[in-house]
Nanobody, 125 residues
Framework: QVQVAESGGGLVQAGGSVRLSCEVS????????MGWYRQAPGKKREFVAA????????NYHGNVKGRFTISRDNAKNTVYLQMNNLKPEDTAIYFC??????????????????WGQGTKVTVSS
């Protein structure tokens, strides 16, 4: 049974930084592509970043490219999202997804158990 657990969210001022972590268990993590998504209040969940299992393919949403960095440590079964120069519009619940579509595909419907519960990031102006 796969378990996905995000951590690291919180309240940060605009221009600040936060690092999110997502630990996965119950899977062969080093063969899983991994992704980060976010959902702002009143909006649909949207793609943020994704990385292939080997790390050779990385995609970012245009709104975060240059500010956010996805990385992974296969020895720790963990994927990270380093978020720098945060803006109020980055405020959202951030979700980790196992086996996301690469490249991103808004028509793809992931399995429910591949999502984490989310971690909230609030950026104050």
């Amino acid at each position: 049974q796969v378990q996905v657990a995000e951590s690291g969210g919180g309240l940060v001022q605009a221009g600040g930084s936060v690092r999110l972590s997502c630990e996965v268990s119950g899977r062969t993590f080093n063969r899983d592509d991994m992704g980060w998504y976010r959902q702002a209040p009143g909006k649909k969940r949207e793609f943020v970043a994704a990385m292939s299992w080997s790390g050779s393919i990385i995609n970012y949403h245009g709104n975060v490219k240059g500010r956010f960095t996805i990385s992974r440590d296969n020895a720790k079964n963990t994927v990270y999202l380093q978020m720098n120069n945060l803006k109020p519009e980055d405020t959202a619940i951030y979700f980790c997804l196992v086996d996301p579509p690469l490249p991103p595909d808004s028509t793809y419907i992931p399995r429910d158990e591949h999502w984490g519960q989310g971690t909230k990031v609030t950026v104050s102006s």
